[in-house]
């Protein structure tokens, strides 16, 4: 059987796969950056479960608390979306359903991407607050946000450009 080729796909036409075996690759290498940023996630959700356990979280005014609260729901939706393709893949298991899987799982990780760029940037905006205040908050929150949305998107986003501006012309 001849591979299909994907535009979308660098390797397009270098490796002898099946449709089966590339959307076989697709998902293992999707799960291995599930893998990355998993743990640093259910780690960051975890500790901001503890938080208002601790003794000083009554110092924080309304706003901060807020702000908490906010960060807090933020980082167990990323959790919920980072574990989400496990239990879109049970319920494909043996189905023949790769593609839609794969998709999912794309999906469910470019939103947990995004949601982890929200409690990131708002754990610094909330972090700075307290520390010096409201205005210096908001600078690093939106210095920190204006960093990810680069670095996580603009840049990526610019590099597929590229590649596939490079694949019309060759």
């Not at 359903?97 to 794309?106: C, F, M, N, W």
């Amino acid at each position: 059987m001849s591979p299909t080729p994907d535009l979308d796909d660098p390797y397009a036409g270098l490796r002898r796969e099946t449709p089966t075996e590339r959307m076989d690759r697709n998902w293992v290498e999707l799960l291995q950056e599930l893998r990355v940023v998993q743990t640093g996630v259910q780690l960051l959700a975890g500790f901001l479960l503890t938080l208002p356990f601790q003794s000083r979280f009554e110092e924080l005014d309304d706003y901060q608390q807020g702000v908490y609260t906010a960060v807090m729901l933020l980082a167990v939706t990323a959790v919920v979306m980072f574990i989400a393709p496990v239990g879109y893949h049970r319920a494909l298991f043996r189905m023949r359903s790769k593609e839609r899987l794969v998709e999912a799982g794309t999906r469910f990780t470019k939103a947990g991407l995004a949601t982890v760029g929200l409690v990131v940037s708002g754990g610094v905006l909330l972090v700075v607050d307290v520390v010096a205040g409201r205005v210096a908050g908001w600078c690093a929150g939106g210095g920190v946000a204006l960093l990810i949305a680069l670095c996580w998107y603009a840049l990526p986003l610019r590099a597929v450009r590229r590649v596939r501006a490079t694949r019309l012309q060759g």
